[in-house]
């Protein structure tokens, strides 16, 4: 007989594995702190978006409380020429820094053919002949280096754009840095840097036939799959494929792979997990469990049969960011509007979704105004609906609840008050708090 687990059990479950479903420990963050969030999720994801915070900043705030961002950074980027022992940057869950030991995981994605990179490297080739290898020879000697380092050799014409504007040395190291013939950090004011993968990550380049670091893809999206089912505890087969972007279903992007449903009954034939039913929900779901024989980074689901916890996350958030998990678990019905035109948009054009013990119980849309040292919250909604199973809390208490966090998180932006907006069902009950 399969195993039923209720709507908040599963909650619980997925939040516990998201380091989400405690209070948040009182004592500084750390090193180690950091490092333990990488290893459980994998993946971090970044995003140029900067109105509040960067994206790679607020996951591990949501979790661990005020940190040092500069220590943060050097421990993702590495020293000054951006060679860290602990991440390195790809396209993991979208462009990521992710753990160190997954290097070899992604070798398949980096060698693997797509429209993109076969589209780039005709363009590159018909329009500037023979400037692929230049800019690769020239990060390979000098670097870490910008694409405003190189830009000398192959000089910018016409007029530049006011917005997503690219040039033909940008476009050849971003062709070799997803087909990892040269490795990515960050520099000053998070501007991308590039240089030899042998310095960087002390390999050889993914396109060195000798290189013998890589796993086949088969392997390597079994891991993958594996890992997505420790970070999230638990999930339909959906849920566990986009942690790490991994297709659904088999075919030829898989490299001659199974897809989502093998791996998970491999999952299952492995001990490592088994299928449950929960309350609600159409699919079936997999659930972490222990195993004598799995991988050190591997951790059984647990329920702390209490969620206490309080975060407003990013929409960028491992917790917040496949939006069809969110709307089944938390009954939160979400879309990130920044490139929604403003007289469309419904909540606010950057919404942080507030967690509350095990439900989404509100959204801010939230901005940094650095030169008048305020954190704006240009608008603030509650939720009409409980999540699945759960009590309805009142306005009042949201509001005390996110009023607290939303000091907190001025504090740790540097910020000296927070400035409330009327605009929203949960406005009046915010500033009254």
Request: proline share 7%; net charge neutral.
């Amino acid at each position: 007989m399969t195993e039923s687990l209720s709507a908040a059990q599963a909650r619980r479950v997925f939040l516990n594995a998201q380091s989400l479903a405690r209070r948040r420990p009182s004592r500084r963050p750390r090193a180690a702190d950091f490092q333990a969030y990488l290893d459980a999720q994998g993946v971090l994801q970044l995003d140029t978006v900067n109105v509040l915070a960067r994206a790679h900043y607020l996951p591990l705030y949501s979790r661990f409380g005020p940190y040092s961002r500069d220590a943060l950074d050097s421990h993702l980027w590495g020293d000054p020429e951006g060679h860290s022992a602990h991440a390195f940057e790809h396209w993991g869950h979208e462009a990521s820094v992710m753990a160190r030991d997954l290097l070899p995981e992604m070798h398949h994605r980096m060698r693997g053919r797509t429209s993109w990179k076969a589209h780039t490297r005709e363009r590159l080739e018909s329009e500037r002949p023979g400037l692929l290898a230049q800019v690769r020879a020239a990060a390979e000697a000098s670097g870490p280096a910008t694409a405003g380092d190189l830009q000398h050799l192959a000089p910018h014409e016409g007029p530049r754009g006011p917005w997503w504007d690219s040039t033909h040395v940008k476009d050849a190291l971003e062709y070799l840095f997803i087909t990892g013939a040269l490795a990515a950090s960050r520099g000053r004011h998070f501007s991308r840097t590039y240089d030899a993968t042998t310095r960087a990550w002390g390999l050889p380049p993914a396109d060195d036939a000798e290189a013998g670091w890589g796993l086949p893809a088969r392997e390597a999206h079994q891991r993958l799959f594996d890992r997505a089912l420790s970070a999230t505890g638990i999930g339909t087969v959906k849920d566990l494929c986009d942690h790490f972007r991994l297709p659904l279903a088999p075919g030829a992007r898989q490299g001659g792979g199974e897809g989502g449903k093998a791996w998970a009954e491999s999952a299952v034939e492995r001990g490592i997990a088994r299928w449950v039913s929960v309350e609600d929900w159409k699919e079936p779901a997999l659930l972490a469990t222990a195993a004598p024989d799995a991988p050190a980074w591997h951790r059984p689901a647990s329920d702390p049969g209490r969620a206490t916890g309080a975060a407003l996350l990013s929409p960028f958030d491992p917790a917040a960011w496949f939006r069809p998990r969110l709307l089944r678990m938390f009954g939160m019905d979400y879309r990130i509007e920044i490139y929604t035109p403003e007289p469309k948009r419904i909540y606010g054009y950057y919404c942080l979704p507030f967690l509350l013990g095990d439900q989404m119980v509100g959204r801010a849309d939230l901005k940094a105004d650095r030169k008048a040292r305020a954190l704006l919250v240009q608008a603030a909604w509650r939720e009409e609906r409980p999540a699945p199973g759960a009590r309805r809390r009142t306005d009042d208490e949201i509001a005390s609840a996110l009023r607290t966090e939303l000091d907190l998180m001025a504090s740790w932006l540097g910020l000296d008050e927070v400035r409330i907006v009327p605009r929203g069902n949960l406005a009046p009950a915010l500033a009254d708090a």
